[in-house]
């Protein structure tokens, strides 16, 4: 991963607490905007979307529907100079 690279990862509610990433929004290799919606994500309580915190080039890590733990990396954020 680049250094300039931002990881996306997921909120924490609680230590045991088990996120579902029901889906992506934009495309792997997509071009973000700052405070876009990336994908949504899913907790026993709630249903959440998770923002882009730069502007870059989308990397995603996982599938829509997996299962991931609090904290788990998701994708990164590369600038766009990067792609």
Do not use: H
């Not at 607490?17 to 905007?33: H, I, K, N, P």
């Not at 995603?60 to 990396?73: A, Q, S, T, V």
Request: with cysteine; net charge negative.
């Amino acid at each position: 991963m680049n250094a300039n690279c931002i990881e996306i990862e997921t909120p924490s509610f609680g230590p045991d607490e088990e996120l579902r990433l029901v889906r992506w929004y934009v495309a792997d290799g997509e071009l973000v905007a700052y405070e876009q919606a990336l994908c949504e994500l899913e907790t026993k309580k709630a249903t959440m979307d998770l923002y882009a915190m730069s502007s870059g080039v989308l990397k995603r890590l996982l599938c829509d529907g997996e299962l991931i733990k609090p904290g788990f990396p998701i994708g990164t954020i590369a600038p766009q100079t990067d792609r």
